[in-house]
């Protein structure tokens, strides 16, 4: 029995949301979104501002420097996604591979896009002198690229630039950690040769690019 000189243990009361500060709301939302979040959606979710939204991203981000999961920004779209340090222990834990190998022609048309982007096919073929069909094909499949667009001009060209996924696959948070040019060395001409089948991929037509 419990004597009347006791006093009884008040319970803790549940924590509301108004209780989180912003970057955690943010965090719990990109932790359950399927896909990226753009930074207008999390700002009319959480009904604050887009420069609010703003803040408390760049503070997970840094929050997340050092950390098994990281947050990664392209333009105005942001999601969560592990560290690409851990990418060998996350491939063995979930039974994968990883399959994504690039030739030197798909590297050296990937980094044009990523330095030039948003860029039309025939840009990327003035630049580097050759068809680009078959390496974009791959790209494209590999989800390194995406169609951004169209330009408004004769012709209305496709313009492309990099995903999520690119910088996933390159271990940055987003496009600004990309190495100066001067800090690149792209393959030397002669070494494109070690793409299989380079010639027939980059003379292989592609509808719809």
């Known amino acids: 029995m419990t004597s009347a000189s006791q006093t009884p243990v008040a319970s803790a009361e549940p924590l509301h949301a108004d209780s989180l500060e912003l970057s955690a709301k943010i965090e719990a939302l990109l932790f359950v979104a399927s896909e990226p979040a753009s930074i207008s959606q999390l700002a009319q ?3 604050v501002s887009e420069t609010a939204v703003d803040l408390a991203v760049e503070l997970l981000a840094e929050r997340y420097q050092n950390r098994g999961v990281r947050l990664q920004r392209i333009r105005h779209e942001v999601q969560l996604v592990t560290a690409p340090e851990v990418a060998g ?12 190998r690039l030739s030197g022609a798909a590297l050296e048309t990937l980094a044009l896009i990523a330095y030039r982007q948003p860029v039309t096919r025939a840009q990327m073929e003035a630049t580097r002198g050759v068809n680009c069909d078959g390496v974009l094909k791959t790209l494209l499949g590999y989800g390194l690229i995406a169609a951004m667009g169209r330009l408004e ?24 950690q990309l190495p100066s040019l001067e800090e690149l060395t792209l393959p030397a001409e002669g070494h494109d040769a070690d793409e299989p089948g380079r010639e027939t991929n980059e003379a292989a037509t592609n509808e719809g690019l």
């Open 45 to 47: 979710t959480l009904q």
């Open 89 to 100: 222990y996350v491939e063995r834990f979930l039974g994968l591979e990883a399959t994504t």
């Open 153 to 176: 001009q004769v012709g209305r060209p496709v313009i492309f630039g990099t995903t999520f996924q690119f910088l996933q696959h390159f271990g940055l948070a987003d496009l600004g």
